[in-house]
Antibody, heavy 117, light 107 residues
Framework: QVQLQQWGAGLLKPSETLSVTCIVY????????WNWIRQTPGKGLEWIGE???????NYNPSLKSRVTTSRDTSKNQFSLKLSSVTAADTAVYYC???????????WGQGTTVTVSS | AIQMTQSPSSLSASVGDRVTITCRAS??????LGWYQQKPGKAPKLLIY???SLQSGVPSRFSGSGSGADFTLTISSLQPEDFATYYC?????????FGQGTKLEIK
């Protein structure tokens, strides 16, 4: 059974860089797209971006200038970095496995990130 | 970006009721739509993919329909564990977008 486990710093100051990593247990890593989503009370669920099965990235234009996603296939891990954070980036961040036509079927447990001075 | 409009935003129902939630896309998205259930403090859980395909392990009382721009999620007979928030997600094109959610509460 495929599981995603994620971790990252929970408290950041404005202007710092958010970093969250997700490790994939079980299943194929290279055959899927790996997504990042965040959830805030005010804006609901927001797709941040993905790194796909070929290593290409796609980002939400609303965050594109600050987002970087990467992967390490040898460790079955993928990561999110979001630079220059502000209070508006306070959210629960999720990683999720995706596949075209199959939506996002496996999710991490979520990482709560708070941005506060 | 494609806008996904869900309705209603909240719904009160009783155990055993049949419930329908709708999601409308601002443009056609073929059948590239998923439905998710989320409970407090938990990650969303995939119920339906490709608009009408039941995810493995999901009870058959959940069903999805639609294609193009209009989609529905139906729960045929509500169970106590079904009270949660439901979201739709389009992965037709980038950026992927979610509906704003439907909170299903006990009447």
């Amino acid at each position: 059974q495929v599981q995603l486990q994620q971790w990252g710093a929970g408290l950041l100051k404005p202007s710092e860089t958010l970093s969250v990593t997700c490790i994939v247990y079980g299943g194929s890593f290279s055959d899927y797209n790996w997504n990042w989503i965040r959830q805030t009370p005010g804006k609901g669920l927001e797709w941040i971006g993905e790194i796909n099965h070929s290593g290409s990235t796609n980002y939400n234009p609303s965050l594109k200038s600050r987002v970087t996603t990467s992967r390490d296939t040898s460790k079955n891990q993928f990561s999110l970095k979001l630079s220059s954070v502000t209070a508006a980036d306070t959210a629960v961040y999720y990683c999720a496995r995706g596949s075209k036509g199959l939506s996002m079927d496996v999710w991490g447990q979520g990482t709560t990130v708070t941005v506060s001075s | 970006a494609i806008q996904m409009t869900q309705s209603p935003s909240s719904l009160s129902a009783s155990v055993g009721d049949r419930v329908t939630i709708t999601c409308r896309a601002s443009q056609g998205i073929r059948n590239d739509l998923g439905w998710y259930q989320q409970k407090p403090g938990k990650a969303p859980k995939l119920l339906i993919y490709a608009a009408s395909s039941l995810q493995s392990g999901v009870p058959s009382r959940f069903s999805g329909s639609g294609s193009g721009a209009d989609f529905t999620l139906t729960i045929s007979s509500l169970q106590p564990e079904d009270f949660a928030t439901y979201y739709c997600l389009q992965d037709y094109n980038y950026p992927y977008t979610f509906g704003q959610g439907t909170k299903l509460e006990i009447k």
